[in-house]
């Protein structure tokens, strides 16, 4: 077997204190596992997930990665930090294939 091609995610603080992560379906995977600065979460499905961080941490940085029935990994995705505080929250990229730094509010 092959290893599953990298997913491509996005991810944004929902103002609650979660992140709501989304990604790319990968051919040929089975299933997805979430790297954060403090925990993994595997067994992942679908295309997306809802991320509670426990620490207060700023930013969280995320990346993803899908695995085959064979339980071969994928390369990581793209990276992405997200900050949980301030008035207004902001989606910060790197490692992006749609620009080294994409800014938006939501």
């Known amino acids: 077997m092959t290893a ?4 491509v995610i996005t991810a944004h603080n929902d103002g609650f ?8 379906a990968v ?3 089975t299933s997805y ?7 993994a979460v595997t067994g ?3 295309t997306s997930y809802v ?13 993803l990665s899908a695995f ?7 390369a990581y995705s793209n990276q992405r930090k997200v900050f949980m505080t301030g008035q207004t929250q902001h989606r910060l ?3 992006d294939p749609f620009g080294a730094y994409d800014r938006r509010d939501y």
């Open 93 to 95: 990229t790197t490692s």
């Open 17 to 24: 204190g979660n992140i709501n992560i989304r990604w790319t």
């Open 68 to 74: 085959n029935a064979g339980a071969e990994q994928s």
């Open 33 to 39: 596992r979430l790297d954060t600065d403090f925990t």
């Open 4 to 7: 599953p091609a990298a997913p």
């Open 51 to 63: 991320y509670t961080p426990t620490l207060d941490a700023e930013p969280v940085v995320l990346a």
């Open 44 to 46: 992942l499905t679908g």
């Open 27 to 29: 051919a040929g995977a």
